[in-house]
């Protein structure tokens, strides 16, 4: 079935609407936890607290007890108001790969504009980024980035930002971030921003 035959087409909103209304049939009110897989959960966690400013709230899995359970080693890390889950899955297949240009799965986290801009900043210094890119026919602006196992992040804004200090995503001379050029080694090789 073609987006044609069930009439699906582009939709914009006006400068603002962003956060206008929170409503939902079904009382869904926001995301409470997202749970990515690692192979290394020392590493991970370290990333999420000192390049995401995640605050520990819950480690599992780590004793004899829950061992026994059969329990994993899991941690989730207050990122704002959002808990971000890391699960350590030291066999098996991986969906997460450093060479996949997929823009899907990725985690976006919403900042106010200087905040924004001053993660921006910050992150260029440590690790490889991506933006800031306004995006066609939406008042949101972004930037994007990666964990050392190839988890895609996005930080974003709908605040106004100015475009003198962003790119828009796609524009001739401009084009499509690539992930391959966010992929390093962090702690261990510095970044450069893209």
């Known amino acids: 079935m073609s987006t044609t035959e069930i009439g699906l087409q582009n939709r914009t909103m006006a400068p603002g609407e962003r956060d206008k209304s929170a409503e939902n049939a079904f009382g869904l009110s926001g995301v409470d936890h997202f749970a990515l897989p690692t192979r290394d959960i020392v ?3 370290r990333f999420v607290r000192e390049v995401l ?6 480690y599992a899995g780590f004793d004899e007890t829950d061992r026994n359970m059969g329990r994993v080693p899991h941690i989730f890390i207050r990122v704002g ?3 971000f889950q890391c699960t350590e899955v030291p066999e098996g297949e991986m969906t997460v790969s ?7 799965p990725h985690v976006a986290f919403k900042v106010t504009a200087k905040a924004l801009e001053a993660n921006f900043e910050r992150l260029k210094k440590i690790i490889p980024v991506s933006g800031p890119y306004r995006h066609r026919g939406i008042d949101c602006t972004t930037f ?5 196992e190839g ?8 605040e106004p930002y ?10 001739p001379g401009v084009g ?4 391959s050029d966010l992929v390093h080694d962090w702690p261990n090789v510095p970044g450069t921003s893209a």
């Not at 499509?176 to 992930?179: A, E, G, L, P, Q």
């Open 98 to 104: 450093k060479d996949d240009e997929n823009i899907a």
């Open 43 to 45: 590493v991970m966690e």
């Open 151 to 158: 988890h895609k992040l996005e930080i974003c804004t709908w």
């Open 81 to 83: 108001d959002v808990l």
């Open 176 to 179: 499509i971030m690539k992930w």
């Open 53 to 58: 400013g995640g605050v520990p709230y819950y």
């Open 144 to 148: 994007y980035f990666m964990t050392p």
């Open 162 to 171: 100015p475009e003198d200090k962003s790119l828009m995503m796609g524009a």
